[in-house]
């Protein structure tokens, strides 16, 4: 299958909203995870996120749109707004029947949907805002950002926890290879700094509960991990073919070269211990992207910093790689900010492109002492490191497993 | 206040729309646009507004200014 051309990115994060921003923020290794002020969350066992304070800064959506829409919707569309400046591309100007939207989430639209709720239990059904129908759903963040421009091609909102943006980074690459479409905005988009989606998150035991030191909470494949921190945010990218992108003048990015996907099917909520199905998703994108294991340089991890799913996940990469897996650097920068679930595939895709942009591996923190040695970890600095094929991993819960293969153009 | 500045200012406040764009002789669909989940709102708040009972027919988005203001003042004579 092609190579499609990744072209533009846009990203709106707890670590920065925009990519210089961003990329500042992420290669000098500082924490953005801090106790959560949104709401009163002190008796949440887990009380600390990436929570991004000044989105509105950032917006130039209409109060009378703003008020509409939840926060994942409003994040994906100043995103794709950035995505396409970046991308140097005039949206009027584009056949709208060729473009798509492709984005994941994991839990919808949860700040509107709870205090409405809220509402019709203290006001009664006329309480609830009439908005309510459309601004909560996983699918309303794809449905705005079509409205905003005028999109109206092939366009899809995959759900499937936290690997829900990394799949919909690979559908929308097999259709941009089928040439059904022209352009894609693909990534995903997640807010669960709310207090019912926080509970959700704490109910599945997996998050950290390490609320006194909350930059040093995230601790993906070390000794003291102790689980995984939420964040919110969103990371879309514009992609189209090669061809197209060097006939317009674009700069492009990176090339997403290969797609793989498996399930587990073993446990409602944990992954199999084994790593042969998530080894078997890496397999399939390397054949994808005719490349050989030798071949990749760089990993980008999921690290969820729970003990079973980063020892899986090692498993997986023994199984593929081999001893080899002791020379290829690896890393998990999101411990920097949090895992922003559904849109998280997305952020790592986009850090790893800006990776290979700069030639600079962003380290993972708070990785003092490694759990296990087998892995070449870029930790607590920056590395410098020629990256011409890399492996971004997504994994959610019961088991998905999602694998891209990006290269370097 | 009268009937008609309470109207336009409810809708203003609600609607999230600039003063300028309400006009009392052109429906809401025309001024600004107004989509059927809007009217919803709108038609829920003007009835809590004037404690009267208002119906989606009577009160639509090819409605002007002028035409709410009728239709509110008749059942506030009730």
Same mark, same amino acid.
């Given at each position: 299958m092609d190579k499609i051309a990744i072209s533009g990115i846009g990203v709106v994060s707890p670590s920065g909203i925009g990519k210089r921003q961003f990329w500042a923020n992420i290669k000098s290794g500082r924490s953005f995870v801090k106790k959560i002020t949104r709401f009163d969350a002190s008796k949440y066992p887990s009380h600390i996120a990436g929570q991004i304070d000044e989105l509105e800064k950032y917006s130039t959506i209409s109060p009378r749109l703003l008020k509409k829409i939840d926060a994942f919707s409003h994040m994906a569309l100043i995103a794709s707004e950035f995505a396409l400046q970046d991308a140097g591309i005039d949206i009027k100007k584009e056949n709208p029947n060729l473009v798509g939207i492709f984005l994941g989430n994991a839990i919808g639209g949860w700040l509107y949907a709870e205090t409405e709720l809220r509402d019709m239990y203290i006001e009664g059904?006329?309480?609830?805002?009439?908005?309510m129908a459309s601004a909560w759903f996983p699918a309303a963040p794809q449905g705005q950002v079509s409205i905003y421009y005028g999109i109206k091609g092939f366009s899809k909102t995959v759900v499937a926890d936290r690997a829900s943006s990394t799949m919909a980074i690979g559908y929308a690459r097999k259709i941009l290879a089928k040439d059904?479409?022209?352009?894609?905005?693909?990534?995903?988009?997640e807010?669960?700094?709310?207090?019912?989606?926080?509970?959700?998150c704490n109910t599945y035991g997996g998050l950290s509960t390490d609320n006194a030191h909350p930059q040093e909470a995230y601790r993906p494949f070390d000794k003291r991990r102790n689980g995984f921190v939420i964040a919110e945010g969103a990371g879309i990218v514009v992609m189209e073919s090669v061809e197209r992108a060097f006939a317009r003048g674009g700069n492009i990015l990176g090339l997403v070269s290969g797609y793989?996907?498996?399930?587990?099917?073993?446990d409602r909520i944990n992954p199999a211990a084994d790593g042969q199905e998530l080894a078997r998703a890496i397999k399939t994108?390397?054949?994808?992207?005719?490349?050989e294991a030798e071949e990749i340089?760089?990993?980008?991890?999921?690290?969820?910093?729970?003990?079973i799913w980063d020892n899986s996940e090692i498993e997986s990469l023994r199984i593929v790689f081999g001893d080899r897996l002791k020379e290829i650097p690896v890393s998990c920068p999101k411990s920097m900010f949090g895992n922003l679930l559904g849109a998280s595939g997305a952020i790592d895709l986009i850090i790893t492109l800006l990776a290979m942009e700069h030639n600079l591996i962003p380290p993972t923190i708070n990785l003092d002492e490694p759990a296990q040695n087998s892995l070449n970890y870029v930790r607590k600095q920056a590395q410098e490191h020629k990256i011409k094929k890399a492996l971004a991993i997504s994994r959610g819960r019961g088991g998905i497993n999602a694998v891209l293969v990006v290269e370097k153009p | 206040? $009268?009937?008609?500045?309470?109207?336009?200012?409810?809708?203003?406040n609600l609607l999230k729309v600039k003063p300028e764009e309400l006009k009392d002789d052109v429906s809401l669909q $025309?001024?600004?646009g107004v989509d059927s989940t809007e009217m919803v709102e709108a038609v829920i708040a003007l009835g809590k507004v004037f404690g009267i009972s208002l119906g989606a027919k009577e009160v639509t988005k090819f409605s002007t200014i002028n035409d709410i203001d009728k239709v509110i003042q008749s059942k506030i004579a009730k």
């Open positions: 059904r006329e309480g609830v805002s009439p908005y059904k479409l022209n352009l894609i905005l693909a990534g995903g988009m807010a669960p700094v709310t207090p019912y989606a926080l509970l959700c793989g996907t498996t399930c587990d099917g073993a994108a390397l054949a994808d992207a005719k490349t340089d760089f990993i980008s991890l999921d690290g969820l910093a729970v003990d | 206040m $009268d009937t008609k500045a309470k109207i336009k200012e409810i809708l203003i $025309d001024s600004i």
